[in-house]
T-cell receptor, first 113, second 118 residues
Framework: EPEVTQTPSHQVTQMGQEVILRCVPI?????FYWYRQILGQKVEFLVS????????KSEIFDDQFSVERPDGSNFTLKIRSTKLEDSAMYFC???????????FGQGTRLTVV | AQKITQTQPGMFVQEKEAVTLDCTYD???????LFWYKQPSSGEMIFLIY??????QNATEGRYSLNFQKARKSANLVISASQLGDSAMYFC???????????????FGSGTQLTVLP
């Protein structure tokens, strides 16, 4: 069964460092998303992507964040200068259509120290 | 105002019994989708069931069914014949409006922690 794949599963980084979180969405999906979940809290939307451009972004998605689709398969989230409060589980998701379910990857647990 | 409200932070159910997890939503858009996800302690988000606002029938997927009451703006998840493996956090989510070509976000509720007792 096709699935969304995220790497790495866990990343520890020092405050101020750049991190890149990688995602391979399901191949025939057109809509891509990044969400994050701070430990014990609800899932928060960061950004969505369609047709090679950002479709929506939340207030959390400030200038420190960027997304790219560098090739036909990968979808990346970059955090330029990490802060302690960026520590969270980051989920990538993709869906075939807006009216269908979004399939989530297994997440990347980012720990900023 | 909260778009998705889950009023039960924690629920307990006896194995093999049915349980209902509540979800109410707020939207003025006629076109929307409602989703339920399961998050076990391992952390992944597992899609369970989807209901579109124009769907005439309640969605069902195996032991999961969605009790969709549009006028009351509720989309409760019913799990029949609970199993120990159902113990997890359950999130209700909504996407609105459903416009093709626009990657609309899912808005999540705060979740319900379900514990199935042996």
């Amino acid at each position: 069964e096709p699935e969304v794949t995220q790497t790495p599963s866990h990343q520890v980084t020092q405050m101020g460092q750049e991190v890149i979180l990688r995602c391979v969405p399901i191949s025939n999906h057109l809509y891509f998303y990044w969400y994050r979940q701070i430990l014990g809290q609800k899932v928060e939307f960061l950004v969505s992507f369609y047709n090679n451009e950002i479709s929506e972004k939340s207030e959390i998605f400030d200038d420190q964040f960027s997304v790219e689709r560098p090739d036909g398969s990968n979808f990346t989230l970059k955090i330029r200068s990490t802060k302690l409060e960026d520590s969270a589980m980051y989920f990538c998701a993709s869906s075939e259509e807006v009216s269908t379910e979004a399939f989530f990857g297994q997440g990347t647990r980012l720990t900023v120290v | 105002a909260q778009k998705i409200t889950q009023t039960q932070p924690g629920m307990f159910v006896q194995e093999k019994e049915a349980v209902t997890l509540d979800c109410t939503y707020d939207t003025s858009d006629p076109s929307y989708g409602l989703f339920w996800y399961k998050q076990p302690s391992s952390g992944e988000m597992i899609f369970l069931i989807y209901q579109g606002s124009y769907d005439q029938q309640n969605a069902t997927e195996g032991r999961y069914s969605l009790n969709f009451q549009k006028a009351r703006k509720s989309a409760n998840l019913v799990i029949s014949a609970s199993q120990l493996g159902d113990s997890a956090m359950y999130f209700c989510a909504m996407r609105e409006p459903l416009v093709s070509g626009s990657a609309r976000q899912l808005t999540f509720g705060s979740g319900t922690q379900l514990t199935v007792l042996p």
